[in-house]
């Protein structure tokens, strides 16, 4: 299920929040140097994302481990990591997806 949360992107982390006033923190991600932020919409999206399209088209996802090609094989034991996100209109879905491309990642501070 869906959870609105409110997200800040600060030097490679992302800390997700349980409502803008930022006081109770859910989550803290360190983002990896090789992350990849797709809109759902975006070719390169895996299935499961593509087609969520139609019902979240402002949607987007970042995968902690992309593969260099889509057709690379999945080492044994290990899987994709995909975080699904809605940003609430287009102009912010293009802001984060700026962003998360600009971002450096925490271990480059």
Do not use: I, M, Y
């Not at 975080?83 to 984060?96: I, K, R, S, V, Y």
Request: glycine fraction near 6%; hydrophobic fraction near 40%; charge should be positive.
């Amino acid at each position: 299920a869906w959870q609105r949360r409110w997200a800040v992107l600060h030097c490679g982390e992302l800390n997700l929040f349980q409502d803008e006033s930022c006081k109770r923190r859910t989550a803290r991600l360190t983002l990896p140097r090789n992350l990849r932020a797709l809109a759902f919409g975006d070719p390169r999206a895996p299935h499961r994302a593509a087609q969520l399209r139609g019902q979240r088209p402002q949607g987007f996802l970042l995968e902690l481990n992309p593969l260099d090609a889509e057709d690379d094989a999945w080492p044994s034991g290990e899987f994709r990591q995909l975080l699904l996100f809605e940003a609430p209109d287009e102009q912010q879905l293009q802001t984060w997806l700026e962003r998360f491309r600009g971002q450096p990642a925490a271990s480059q501070r």
